[in-house]
């Protein structure tokens, strides 16, 4: 079964950092662009960063440019979003997602960010 578990989201003051994780099963996350969205309420999801499966490039939308960082670990079979200097409006439900095996369009199930002082 292809699955997508995100972990480490949480509370943060301004300025703070977290790592979130998204531990991949049922297939080969190193063979799949890998990306990382988030949903702030009352609003659409967005994405943040994605890693490509064919040559490693690497996206970020622009609010994320020099604080996230998206990365894998092929022998954990996982992917993480390393964020740094969070602000408030950084607050959102942060998703892993990929069109994996078959294409299927695969999420997990969120982790929650909240920076607030």
């Known amino acids: 079964q292809v699955q997508l578990v995100e972990s480490g989201g949480g509370l943060v003051q301004p300025g703070g950092s977290l790592r979130l994780s998204c531990a991949a099963s049922g297939f080969t996350a190193s063979a799949y662009t890998m990306d990382w969205y988030r949903q702030a309420p009352g609003e659409g999801r967005e994405l943040v960063a994605r890693i490509t499966s064919i040559d490693e490039s690497i996206y970020y939308e622009d609010s994320s440019i020099g604080r996230f960082t998206i990365s894998r670990d092929k022998a954990k079979n996982a992917v993480y979003l390393q964020m740094e200097s969070l602000q408030p409006e950084d607050t959102a439900l942060y998703y892993c997602?990929?069109?994996?095996?078959?294409?299927?369009?695969?999420w997990g199930q969120g982790t929650l960010v909240t920076v607030s002082a």
């Open positions: 997602h990929t069109f994996g095996p078959l294409g299927r369009d695969t």
